[in-house]
């Protein structure tokens, strides 16, 4: 008895541009990816793994194919539906995107302003206490011009975590590290999510820290080869 995916894509096609300019970018992708795995998706740089991630996370349409986020068909789904995938979502970039005004706690707080139902008191502490769990507990007020690359990193997973996601999606989230700040972080995320049993994908060229996975999938020139990527 297998549970159900938290992802399960289906035949995914995406284009981009219009007319004669229209692209074929992903082709046929098809993937389940279950809960509390931590998965990782390599493959060389234009190959569109990016463009998956963004399609998972709902921060685009899904074009053609079927892809299900936590038993949600996001194919012609009303904008309202995207928003609750969202929700459930949390999202690491490669460059941290930390806002510079604002303090580490004042960036993790930010990704609960979706989550007007959390009174502020909580808020607060929450975020303080995720930003424990990352390391920064000394760093709470500092601004991001403060904290080294992998410091600014740990906020950006913090504020990933605290909404304790169901999903989290991260691109290439160690790009910009040396070998032991990335590795930290992707083993800090592996601590959380085995915490919060939330699932992990994450985008990356790092073949350093590939063995922090539960299982590999890559993508190239737009087609996904991995284990269960089920042939058409
Ligand atoms: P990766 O993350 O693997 O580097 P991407 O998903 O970012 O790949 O990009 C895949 C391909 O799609 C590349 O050829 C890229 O130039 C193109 N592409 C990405 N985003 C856009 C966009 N918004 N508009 C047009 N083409 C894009
Ligand atoms: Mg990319």
């Keep these: 008895m297998s549970p159900e995916p938290v992802i399960a894509i ?6 981009y541009g219009k007319g004669h300019l229209r692209k074929q ?3 046929e992708v098809t993937a389940n990816i279950y809960p509390g ?6 493959g060389p740089s234009g190959s569109g793994k990016t463009t998956l991630l963004t399609l998972i996370g709902a ?6 194919g079927s892809l299900q986020v936590l038993g949600r068909e996001l194919r012609n789904a009303p904008s309202r539906e995207l928003v609750k995938v969202r929700r459930d979502v949390g999202y690491i970039f490669q460059a941290h995107n930390l806002l510079h005004s604002l303090t580490a706690r004042q960036n993790v707080q930010m990704a609960l302003d979706l989550h007007p139902e959390i009174p502020s008191a909580v808020v607060y502490e929450r975020s303080c206490e995720v930003l424990k769990n990352v390391g920064l507990g000394d760093h709470i007020h500092q601004y991001p011009h403060n904290l080294s ?3 600014k990193q740990r906020v950006a997973i913090a504020r990933a975590l605290v909404s304790q996601p169901k999903i ?3 691109d290439e989230p160690t790009a910009a590290l040396d070998k032991q ?6 083993e800090i995320m592996q601590r959380l999510a085995k ?3 939330c699932t992990i994908l994450i985008v990356t060229h790092d073949n350093r820290i590939l063995d922090v996975a539960d299982r590999v999938i890559n993508m190239e020139d737009g087609h996904l080869t991995a284990l269960d990527a089920v042939p058409a």
């Design 181 to 186: 700040s990335g590795r930290d972080v992707v």
């Design 59 to 64: 921060l685009r349409s899904t074009q053609e």
């Design 149 to 151: 690359g992998g410091q």
């Design 37 to 42: 795995e931590i998965v990782f998706m390599t």
């Design 10 to 15: 289906d035949r995914v096609n995406h284009y």
């Design 25 to 27: 970018i992903l082709f």
């Design 195 to 197: 915490q919060q049993g």
């Design 168 to 170: 989290v999606l991260a």
